[in-house]
């Protein structure tokens, strides 16, 4: 498969809401195989999917392409209409423990992981509720629903990350047992998970 010249700017254009958040993160919707070999091409190490199974815009067989590049791939499905703290935590945890790799988080429009990055930023990275929730906002307006679960996030203390030992299943779409992702990380002094220039950023 011949790759493009310009990988990112192609990336840009062919993927829906595409955004190159900073050096370790990029977020997008649909995926086909050829922009997984793109990622891979470009140096992405991460792929995070929050598609449900049944999804419209679901590709079945996205796992198996992803580790056949040599990339690791974690699926979180996000019900449109029934985001919860208890995803929240698991995608938390999933970054976390990720820190340091090169992630591209996607789903159909770009608008559940905008929402999940804010989030993160915010509770677990420390950034301000208004910048983080800005940066969402250049990919959508959030429904009611979305508004009400950020709201949510938000207010209560069980939404924010576990500091546990114990690992965390991660399914993904094509295993037929649960992945574990291990939330072991550095702490800073005011009890975060120490975060990378990139994450702060």
Not at 18 to 23: E, I, Q, V
Not at 99 to 104: C, E, S, T, V, Y
Not at 157 to 173: E, F, L, Y
Request: proline letters at 5%; aromatic letters at 8%; glycine letters at 6%.
């Amino acid at each position: 498969m011949a790759l493009p010249s310009g990988m990112d700017g192609w990336l840009s254009e062919s993927i829906p809401g595409y955004r190159r958040l900073n050096h370790r993160l990029a977020t997008g919707g649909r995926v086909t195989d050829r922009h997984i070999a793109v990622l891979a091409a470009a140096g992405f190490e991460v792929v995070v999917n929050l598609l449900p199974d049944d999804a419209e815009d679901a590709w079945p067989g996205e796992g198996e392409v992803v580790r056949s590049l040599g990339m690791r791939y974690f699926a979180i499905p996000i019900v449109w209409e029934r985001p919860s703290l208890a995803d929240l935590r698991l995608f938390s945890a999933c970054m976390a423990a990720q820190a340091g790799r090169k992630i591209f988080v996607h789903c159909a429009k770009n608008y559940r992981v905008s929402v999940f990055v804010a989030l993160d930023r915010i509770l677990r990275l420390g950034w301000q509720t208004e910048r983080a929730l800005r940066e969402a906002a250049r990919v959508w307006k959030p429904n009611a629903v979305w508004r009400d679960f950020i709201v949510r996030a938000l207010k209560t203390p069980a939404s924010r990350p576990q500091r546990s030992r114990t690992s965390v299943p991660i399914k993904s779409k094509t295993a037929t047992k649960a992945k574990k992702v291990k939330g072991k990380s550095s702490r800073s002094a005011k009890g975060r998970p120490a975060a990378s220039r990139d994450e702060r950023s």
